[in-house]
């Protein structure tokens, strides 16, 4: 069972919590009192509590009007899917049941001395309308005074104090903004096709039928495609080849 929704940073506080944990949540409340709640149309969300180990955490919730939870869960989980870079992140664990998975992800930005590594793991929880998420496990990875490469967890760092931690903990809050933004852009799209090959999908078998996001639900994206008219083949890393008619898998080929 995933945890979704933390609790206050006072509620989950003990009496030898780390100066840093509290400056942390200090700082990200103090930056979002100060700054635009947007980046070019995107929401912001910061540091805004903690674990029972100390971990940071960002917690938020997206309202998605108009669809119930199967389809608010379909339609994010096949954003995820369809725009994965499979060497950057992965689906770790999904419950069918429960209507929830959790991503795993490295986003690289800037360049030379300025380069950065955010690494991180999301939980995603849906119902009527909501997609709720919990990114947890962050970690940063920079190169300290532009030299010396470093990895550290978002709770060590000391914002407040130090320039360059500010300026990586604000590049973390944006670029895992954007993936919320991007997942709740993309699964509006998706929220029409349908999904009606749960048990084969759980069971990982790809079967006629199917149409191609059921196919990226299992294998993820394919190797290569060719076209040639109605007929569309997939091919994937093991020389598994699917093969497409009027966008429903025809044939299966290993």
């Known amino acids: 069972m995933f945890v979704i929704l933390a609790t206050a940073i006072t ?22 009192s100060k700054l635009p709640d947007e980046v070019d149309g995107v929401k912001i969300y910061r540091v805004n509590g903690f674990d029972n180990d100390g971990k940071a955490r960002v917690t938020g919730f997206v309202d998605m009007p108009g669809l119930s939870k199967e389809k608010t869960f379909e339609a994010a989980i096949i954003s995820i899917v369809d725009n994965m870079d499979t060497e950057l992140e992965a689906i770790e664990t999904i419950d069918f049941a429960s209507k929830k998975f959790v991503v795993s992800k490295s986003i690289e930005d800037g360049e030379g001395k300025n380069a950065a590594t ?61 993936m919320i933004d991007d997942i709740v852009k993309n699964a509006s799209k998706n929220s029409a096709l349908p999904i009606t090959h749960w048990d084969d999908i759980k069971a990982g078998t790809v079967v006629k039928g199917m149409n191609e996001a059921e196919v990226k639900l299992i294998g993820g994206q394919p190797r290569s495609v060719t076209k040639s008219g109605s007929r569309v083949q997939w091919m994937f890393n093991n020389d598994f080849i699917v093969i497409f008619n009027d966008g429903l898998v025809s044939n299966v080929m290993q």
């Open 11 to 32: 509620a989950v506080g003990k009496d030898d919590k780390k100066k840093n944990d509290v400056d942390l949540v200090a700082w990200a409340n103090e930056q979002a």
């Open 118 to 178: 955010y690494t991180f793991s999301t939980a995603f929880s849906f119902d009527d309308g909501l997609m709720s998420f919990a990114t947890y496990d962050i970690t940063i990875g920079f190169k300290e005074k532009g030299l010396i490469p470093r990895k550290m967890a978002i709770e060590k760092m000391n914002p407040s104090g130090k320039e360059r931690h500010k300026e990586l903990a604000e590049g973390f809050a944006l670029a895992s903004s954007r």
